[in-house]
């Protein structure tokens, strides 16, 4: 298995302009988790999803983030209007009903000029 | 609220050197510990996790423990080596009956100098 995938790797937007970062999960995980990892915050969930159902969304900063997951291979986490206080990186885990830790993806580094 | 704190916030040791790594974590009601290691510009990979019935866990070089009733947890890395270099990320998760929200230290950067 290729692990968890996101794109892009690197997105690098102006203010205002909407941002959409894209997550695929290790096949048959029916977790998906969306972090954030800044300097001054470290890593933070956002949100997180079992079976393309939202869990727990308690994370997620304000209304301008929005997440779905329309399928078990397939996520995404949308900014709109994006702000440069979003710069982060963004990352993407996955994890199976059985396993008892998540797997990472590498990340999408997200600047907001 | 849980806390979780990482000390050092950067070691720098010498190639060969045994070194700890230190996490605490203010709510000793967790369900397991896990470490992390972050390579600069990379994910996650996941070291060792210890659930919150276990004292220890160890993989190859690295041991970790948990002290619940203290709210502490150590990395012991053993015979350190170049490659170990990175930052290492303790998280606990919160009980059973709650979400599977894992709450991260600010970790430790480690340089292994050759």
């Known amino acids: 298995d290729a692990g968890v995938i996101q794109s892009p790797r690197h997105e690098v937007t102006e203010m205002g302009q909407e941002v959409t970062l894209r997550c695929k999960p290790i096949?048959?995980?029916?977790?998906l988790f969306w972090y954030r990892q800044t300097m001054m915050r470290g890593l933070e969930l956002l949100i997180y999803?079992?079976?393309?159902?939202?869990?727990?969304d308690s994370g997620m900063p304000e209304d301008r983030f929005s997440a779905k997951m329309p399928n078990a291979s397939f996520s995404t986490l949308k900014i709109q209007p994006s702000e440069p206080r979003d710069s982060a990186v963004y990352f993407c885990?996955?994890?199976?009903?059985?396993?008892?830790?998540?797997?990472f993806g590498q990340g999408t580094r997200l600047t907001v000029v | 609220k849980q806390e979780v704190t990482q000390i050092p916030a950067a070691l720098s040791v010498p190639e060969g050197e045994n070194l700890v790594l230190n996490c605490s974590f203010t709510?000793?009601?967790?369900?397991?510990l896990q470490w992390f290691r972050q390579d600069p510009g990379k994910g996650l990979t996941s070291l060792l996790l210890?659930?919150?019935?276990?004292r220890e866990q160890t993989s190859g070089r690295l041991n970790a423990s948990l002290d619940k009733s203290s709210g502490r947890s150590t990395l012991y890395i053993a015979a350190s080596q170049p490659g170990d270099s990175a930052t290492y990320l303790c998280?606990?998760?919160?009980?059973?009956?709650?979400?599977?929200?894992?709450?991260f230290g600010s970790g430790t950067r480690l340089l292994v100098r050759p």
């Open positions: 885990a996955s994890k199976g009903q059985l396993n008892t830790e998540a797997f």
């Open positions: 096949s048959g995980h029916d977790y």
């Open positions: 999803f079992n079976n393309n159902v939202p869990i727990d």
């Open positions: 709510d000793s009601a967790i369900y397991n």
């Open positions: 210890i659930q919150s019935s276990q």
């Open positions: 998280a606990v998760r919160r009980g059973m009956d709650s979400s599977y929200k894992l709450i």
